[in-house]
């Protein structure tokens, strides 16, 4: 069985950090990409950050400077370091898997069911 497990959502001041984890569980092979996404109250999803095999990156211009998207391969992990967060960043948070291998087949993309963050002034 093959689940995105994510954790480190809240409620944090403005100002203040979390970080957020998402594993990939089950016997993985590899994966070709992972990344971040938000969905805000009336807002359409949006890619907050992404980060491929070949280790490059991409960030929403709105987070630029205060996350940081990194990967553990040896743990089919993804982490979203936030810094300096801010009322707008309140959001659902998605992460997102594309292309996992595993025993099973491939799996061109998997969602984790999201976590609240929210940020209070």
């Known amino acids: 069985q093959v689940q995105l497990v994510e954790s480190g959502g809240g409620l944090v001041q403005a100002g203040g950090s979390l970080r957020l984890s998402c594993v990939v569980s089950g016997s993985i092979f590899g994966i070709n990409a992972m990344g971040w996404y938000r969905q805000a109250p009336g807002k359409q999803r949006e890619l907050v950050a992404a980060?491929?095999?070949?280790?490059?990156?991409n960030y929403a211009d709105s987070v630029k400077g205060r996350f940081t998207i990194s990967r553990d391969n040896a743990k089919n992990t993804v982490y979203l370091q936030m810094n300096s967060l801010k009322p707008e960043d309140t959001a659902v948070y998605y992460c997102?898997?594309?292309?996992?291998?595993?025993?099973?087949?491939?799996?061109?993309?998997?969602w984790g069911q999201g976590t609240q963050v929210t940020v209070s002034s």
């Open positions: 980060l491929t095999s070949s280790a490059s990156t």
């Open positions: 997102a898997a594309d292309q996992v291998r595993t025993v099973q087949g491939i799996y061109p993309r998997l």
